[in-house]
């Protein structure tokens, strides 16, 4: 409840955060159907320009998709010649996923494009404000996650002074 029209109480600061992110999503989502891709097939390629080679279900976990729509996508992006799916030299039963150089080109491509999208809507904030908005944005996330594991669970306050420094992808 807030007690002056100025106060910012949780969950008023809760409705800004979520109206934001749908409507960023929306705009990241427009940035990338405007490259072509659709979304499932953007996010695979851009995980393998970032990350390397990997097996599909290291794809999976790092752009968080279902199974199937990551299979689907990895098929529709070999039969496109962008990756190929060659023997894991560890494990005869695992198939890495490769850009080919089409396929490495496609991507920079695309991110890059996408990536002046975002930073063309982000250029609203000051260096300073991205900073203090990203560490203050990881910090209640870092806290909400820690109040969703099952230690987090005994209803005891968890303090996290600083968010961990972990890469965002």
């Keep these: 409840m807030m007690k002056k029209s100025g106060d910012i109480t949780a969950p008023r600061l809760w409705l800004v955060i979520a ?15 405007n490259t ?6 953007f996010v695979a390629l851009e995980a393998l320009l970032h990350k390397g080679p ?14 199937g729509s990551m299979t689907a996508a990895v098929d529709r992006l070999e039969k496109l010649g962008l990756v190929v799916r060659k023997s894991s030299p560890t494990d ?14 496609l991507a920079v ?7 002046k999208d975002l930073e063309a809507v982000m ?4 260096q300073t404000e991205k900073e203090q908005l990203y560490g203050s944005i990881k910090k209640l996330g870092l806290l909400a996650a820690e109040q969703l594991s ?16 972990d890469h965002d992808h």
């Design 150 to 165: 099952p230690q987090g669970s005994d209803g005891q306050s968890h303090q996290r002074t600083s968010p961990k420094n």
């Design 54 to 67: 990997l097996i599909i279900s290291e794809i999976q976990d790092r752009v968080r998709l279902a199974s």
């Design 92 to 105: 005869r039963r695992a198939r890495v996923v490769h850009l080919t150089a089409e396929g490495t080109r």
């Design 109 to 115: 491509s695309c991110f890059e494009r996408h990536a």
């Design 123 to 126: 250029s609203a904030l000051s």
């Design 36 to 41: 072509g891709l659709c979304l499932t097939d």
């Design 19 to 33: 109206k934001s992110y749908r409507t960023l999503s929306l705009l990241a989502e427009q940035s990338i159907a």
